[in-house]
């Protein structure tokens, strides 16, 4: 997999997924082999290939909350929804997903009634989302 990445470094596409299919051919479980293809196969417009590969790496990696997280941006760019928000909500588990909004007490918002309740927006990704976010919010 450490070739590919230099392919890919060179931009070689095409030999960097070459690369990469021989260390998953050699090591089925390989994560940088199974990552790196999926992310070749998004590139090159396969989306249903990247999820396909994206399952495979989730399946055989016990951490595997990066692979749920790039595979729901996936399934909802297809709109697979359902499961595209359910893998997408899996960067919460990640130590690098921490900011002041973990720190409030209050649940995560699951769809549920909101009659006589509040709900609390704050800003996840950046400038466009809060513009996007602004705009339903009413």
Known sequence: ALLGERYIEQKNSQAAKKA???????DPTNHSGLWNLALLAEQEGDLEKA??????????????????HRRGLIRLSLGDLDRGWEDYAARRR?????????????????GEDLTDKHLAIWADQGIGEQILTAGMAH
């Open 51 to 68: 999820v396909d590969i994206l399952t495979r790496q989730i399946d055989a990696t016990a951490d595997n909350r990066h692979g749920l």
């Open 20 to 26: 990469f299919e021989t260390a998953v051919k050699s």
């Open 94 to 110: 990640s130590p690098a997903y921490r900011s002041w909004q973990h720190a409030l007490s209050a649940p995560y918002w699951m």
